[in-house]
């Protein structure tokens, strides 16, 4: 039986010619993080509003089979395809395939061609390359061997969005705080229309809307 994570293996020195690899702090519990960790790759754990993980130029996108599966049923990944576009190299990396079969109808209940379809329209139609992966130790030495492919560059953790509109830049704006995301953004674009009136407003008004998250906004009145 493999271990979950073995506490008392120290891992490997730091490999300092290697970029740092940024991870979503929403990845924190994965396994994926312990085994590059292992590898002497460092980690550096941020809010991502793109992608899970990046490594110079490329943002990675991870998904297990069964969550590949479910954000194909619900849509969720289509627009998250179109997000991680607004990098200059975007990957989809589906992990787990040793694991479960990806065209097992029993589970999801989805036709194995209506699958294929959605994997060329990956390819084909957003241009994005997919990487299969046989678990979440396989997944780290693809992202370790993409660490040592790629030179080190500076690389926004936040890329602009393309051809936004008015209401899509002041929404983006307000999304640029950490943990105000899209639905967040848009509760309180609903209830006070314009950013002014939400940087003026007190934040005892705002967590009304939006609860404890209206803390962030104290930094607007912060010393730089």
């Known amino acids: 039986m493999e271990k979950f994570l073995d506490i008392f293996t120290r891992p490997k020195k730091l ?3 290697f970029p740092k690899v940024t991870v979503d702090y929403r990845e924190k519990n994965s396994l994926v993080i312990s085994e590059l960790i292992s590898l002497g790759i460092q980690i550096e754990i941020k809010e991502l509003k793109v992608a899970d993980y990046i490594v110079n130029e490329v943002a990675i996108e991870r998904k297990t089979v069964s969550d590949f599966i ?8 289509l627009s998250q395809l179109e997000d991680i576009k607004q990098y200059k190299n975007p990957l989809l990396l589906i992990e787990g395939i040793e694991e479960q079969d990806l065209y097992d109808d029993e589970p999801s209940g989805v036709n194995p061609n209506a699958i294929r379809g959605f994997l060329l329209s990956i390819l084909l139609k ?10 979440y130790k396989d997944t780290a030495k693809f992202i370790q061997v993409i660490a040592k492919k790629q ?18 830049q002041i929404q983006y704006l307000l999304e640029g705080f950490p943990g105000i995301g899209p639905k967040t953004a848009k509760k309180l674009l609903k209830e006070f229309k314009t950013l002014e009136k939400i940087f ?3 934040i005892a008004n705002l967590k009304k ?15 730089y």
């Open 151 to 168: 030179k080190p560059t500076e690389m926004s953790l936040k890329p602009p969005k393309k051809s936004l509109n008015k209401k899509e």
């Open 15 to 17: 490999i300092k010619d």
């Open 209 to 223: 809307t939006i609860g404890k998250k209206a803390e962030i906004f104290k930094i607007i009145k912060e010393k």
């Open 200 to 202: 003026n407003s007190p």
């Open 126 to 135: 957003h241009k994005i390359p997919i990487i299969f992966t046989k678990n």
């Open 70 to 77: 479910s954000s194909m049923i619900n849509k969720r990944l």
